[in-house]
């Protein structure tokens, strides 16, 4: 795997109304593309879902990202693998598939994540600006 890519990955189905005005399900895939500056080991994978402030997030198997902060508060449903986030106080919380954390440090020393799966970590991201 390389960093320069898009993924395709199947994420299930979408409702959409067809050409007969009938509710109809079909497979889409999403582009996941890969995020300049980012840190740590290995590559991060997002790609935004629609037009709204929902972002899917996908941290490579070994991935770490040192202490950093959330610019806007964010939540974030954990959809698979397993993510260890350590605040700069010292706690520490894993979180795995249905799991859900919101982040609000957007100043002072922030916060440390590192995958702790052999499967990637996939996250639906919620940004609530202010």
């Known amino acids: 795997m390389h960093s320069d890519r898009e993924l395709k990955i199947e994420h299930g189905a979408i409702v959409v109304q067809g050409p007969d005005d009938e509710s109809t399900l079909v497979n889409e895939f999403v582009n996941l593309e ?18 709204g402030e929902m972002i899917l997030y996908q941290f490579p198997s070994g991935f770490e990202n040192d202490f950093h902060n959330t610019p806007v508060p964010t939540w974030m449903i ?17 979180f795995t598939p249905g799991g859900i ?20 970590v996939m ?8």
Do not use: C, K, W, Y
């Open 34 to 51: 890969t995020v300049p500056g980012t840190t740590g080991a290995g590559t991060l994978l997002a790609a935004a879902a629609g037009r």
């Open 101 to 120: 954390v919101r982040f609000t440090d957007a100043s002072g020393p922030g916060h440390r994540s590192r995958v702790v799966s052999s499967d990637d």
């Open 123 to 130: 996250v639906a991201a919620i940004h609530m600006p202010d």
């Open 78 to 94: 954990f959809l698979s693998g397993a993510l260890e986030v350590t605040t700069s106080d010292g706690s520490t919380s894993t």
